[in-house]
């Protein structure tokens, strides 16, 4: 799966589900000069597998919007919403080892049952239908009920042992330094639902090593996902990359920028005369 790269690659990742703003300009920024620093090439990737909240039309503004900040990626740009099959083959390889098991909950059962949370401060999943036996869980798949598939992070940990990666930083230059990864912390997380063969873990470490992507550029925020990646990584035998966990944009308020509260888009602040000199100068680069 994985394909062989003599020269660093590293990766822009956005989802297009809303236009860029300042805390994406600051990633993209920051990977492609990393990928200078490492003389190294960036990709870019479209991460499109939520089909609700995914819209063509961002993905031409994203397009847009890294060439007016002067950055450029070769051709052509992988699309995830075009490579399920590719992730179904993925998510059988972890089913044929038994670590993949349904779910029926639902969102308010999870969250009244729950007895702790995860590193996003989410309800952590309480393993409610980890143990279901085998006729149940055949009688309600085939009622045709809402269905998550879930990886046994036990099971899936007993196998792998203890897991490590690699990550840099403040400076992507940096020497690499040996983490320890603590996928149990997120509990049995869900990698497939019913007429999605993916998640946003599974398609990420899947495309990862497709890309031959060596350095993964990341927010801080993405940092304790990264435990999954780990995971999953080494139960489909696919190389891990040196993760750079970079800081992130913050409003007045302290808070991440975000496309759902409104942040202005890189689209806004050109409309009012803003140059890439000034983003750049705004995210300190
Ligand atoms: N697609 C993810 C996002 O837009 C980031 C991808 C990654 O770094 O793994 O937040």
Redesign the pocket.
Known sequence: MSKPSSSPVLRF???PNGRLHLGHAYSALVTWNAARLLGGTALLRI?DIDAERSKPEFVTAIAEDLTWLGLDWPEPVMQQSHRMAVYADAGNHLRAQGLLYPCFCSRSEIAAAAMATDPDGAPLYPGTCRHLDRGTQIERLERGDPVQFRLDAEAATARTGMLTFTAVGPLVTDRPQVRYARPERWGDVVLQRKGTPTS?HLS?VVDDAAQGVTH?T?GRD?EAATDIHVLLQMLLGLPSPIYHFHRLILDDEGKKLSKSKGSQSLADLRAIGWTPADVRRAVGL
């Open positions: 990742a956005p989802s991460e946003y990420v993964v990341r993405m």
